[in-house]
């Protein structure tokens, strides 16, 4: 259940649009944060804050020790009386909650967009880390493509939320975003993953298409309690849509856990649910004995050097806080699912 509590703002550490990152001071506080505790404001739902403002917060995540998730949230400003951001539709995301707010869903003020998806290649990601590292290595490999990033609600739902998604757009990394499901933020805002494919093929003219969810995925230790195994359906959705799905599998030499050690078994599950038979890059060499082999195809592609990749994308990426020198592999596999997307894209 959750947990709120009364605390104050002392400081406002970054602000972006959608989002103010602050430290709160909370009274009495009987074990305060050696810096000061922090919390995150999304602006879009509760307006933002100032120095000095008396806020609600949930502290939820931060009593659990959660890693991405472990800021408070600042649930509303006790200083102001109403907050009122109208919407241009109908459609609620967050819907039958206290934050629900209508996202003026994209469904209803385009066109409908055909359904096809024309043969573009949809890496479809099983972590938020992968999908900034697949999309930087197509602009690595092909700096004219038009990339565009769909996020998912199977992690956090703010795309605002998102460090590296923020760089990744400010640098040009990715062109543009769609926000599928409860996920808001994006360009565009979709109700459903299948939509949002077809709105950044033909509304924001995607030449490739990079799917996952947002930072903070769910995991239980069991093969199918995580958000990963969304991955399934995305792979499916591209194949019947007429696009082209590949796979970036998730792989690891430095997580300490055996279940994601080499070819983790989210992936493994992910497999063994789609029906798309994706194409999946040939790293690491495990893929070639993979018990699930007959599910996909594997494809032999001469992959970019990872660490080469980040350095030109200027990007800080981490998965579970290890960068590239403590898990080598992650990248490597990343990266050889963003170089198989290039090359199943026209020649330039």
């Known amino acids: 259940m959750p947990s709120f509590r009364t605390a104050r703002v002392t400081e406002i550490i970054i602000e972006r649009p959608g989002l103010q990152r602050v430290r709160v001071a909370f009274e009495p506080d009987a074990d305060p944060a050696p810096d000061g505790d922090r919390a995150v404001v999304l602006t879009d739902l509760i307006g933002s804050v100032a120095v000095g403002d008396d806020v609600v ?7 659990l020790h959660l890693g991405t998730g472990g800021w408070h949230y600042v649930h509303w400003n006790l ?3 109403e907050h009122h951001r ?9 819907r039958y909650t206290s934050l629900q707010f209508d996202a003026g869903t994209s469904e209803l003020s385009l066109t409908d967009p055909p359904p096809t998806l024309d043969s573009t290649p949809v890496v479809a990601c099983l972590l938020h880390s992968q999908a900034m590292m697949v999309a930087a290595t197509i602009r690595r490999l092909r700096p004219g493509a038009r990339i565009v990033y769909v996020m998912t609600d199977g992690a956090s739902l703010p795309l605002a939320i998102s460090d590296v998604a923020a760089e990744a757009r400010r640098l040009g990394v990715i062109d543009a975003s769609v926000t599928a499901g409860h996920a808001f933020g994006g360009d565009l805002e979709a ?12 509304h924001l003219e995607a030449d490739v298409i990079v799917v996952g969810m947002g930072p903070g995925v769910a995991g239980t230790a069991t093969a199918l309690g995580t958000t990963s195994v969304e991955a399934a359906a995305v792979l499916d959705a591209t194949r019947a849509l007429g696009g082209n799905p ?15 050690r080499g070819v983790s078994h989210h992936t493994d599950a992910v497999l063994r649910l789609t029906l798309a038979r994706p194409l999946v890059a040939s790293v690491p060499d495990a893929l070639r004995s993979n018990r699930w082999r007959d599910r996909f195809e594997l494809v032999d592609i001469e992959v970019p050097d990872a660490a080469g990749v980040l350095a ?37």
């Open 57 to 63: 917060c949930n502290t939820t995540a931060v009593q």
């Open 79 to 81: 200083a102001r009386t």
């Open 86 to 94: 109208p919407g241009p539709g109908h459609v609620m995301k967050l």
């Open 191 to 202: 109700v459903a993953v299948p939509s949002a494919l077809t709105m950044a093929r033909h």
């Open 246 to 260: 590949v796979l970036a599998v998730r792989a690891s030499s430095g997580d300490a856990r055996d279940r994601h």
């Open 312 to 348: 030109a994308s200027r990007l800080q990426i981490t998965t579970m806080g290890r960068d590239i020198a403590a898990d080598p592999l992650f990248f490597r596999a990343a990266a050889a699912a963003g170089a198989l997307a290039v090359h199943h894209l026209p020649d330039p």
